[in-house]
């Protein structure tokens, strides 16, 4: 079993900046693909970036590449999300997953968080 936690939502006008993480607790975080997704009101759960077990491979949703860096600290059992060049059609929920390979599918990932709200003014 793994826990998740995300913070570092919040608010934030167009062209800022916000950092995520995701804190992880439980069974050998090491082991574990782990993911971003987000959702916004009235869409589906999207995919955002994942990052695999040794931080070798990366992917990236078209609508965040080059914007957005996942990034992973497995001494403090950390993943995170830089998020650069906000946009408004950035505000969602973001959510963190763990899972046992590193995809672009969320059926892919057996662990979730609970979210934190992201906010994009125009």
């Known amino acids: 079993q793994v826990q998740l936690v995300e913070s570092g939502g919040g608010l934030m006008q167009a062209g800022g900046s916000l950092r995520l993480s995701c804190a992880a607790s439980g069974r050998t975080f090491s082991g574990y693909g782990m993911g971003w997704f987000r959702q916004a009101p009235g869409k589906e759960r999207e995919f955002v970036a994942t990052i695999n077990q040794s931080s070798g491979r990366t992917l990236y949703a078209d609508s965040v590449k080059g914007r957005f860096t996942i990034s992973r600290d497995n001494a403090k059992n950390t993943v995170y999300l830089q998020m650069n060049s906000l946009k408004p059609e950035d505000t969602a929920v973001y959510y963190c997953?763990?899972?046992?390979?590193?995809?672009?599918?969320?059926?892919?990932?057996?662990?979730w968080g609970q979210g934190t709200q992201v906010t994009v003014s125009s």
């Open positions: 997953a763990a899972g046992y390979g590193a995809t672009m599918f969320h059926i892919g990932y057996n662990y």
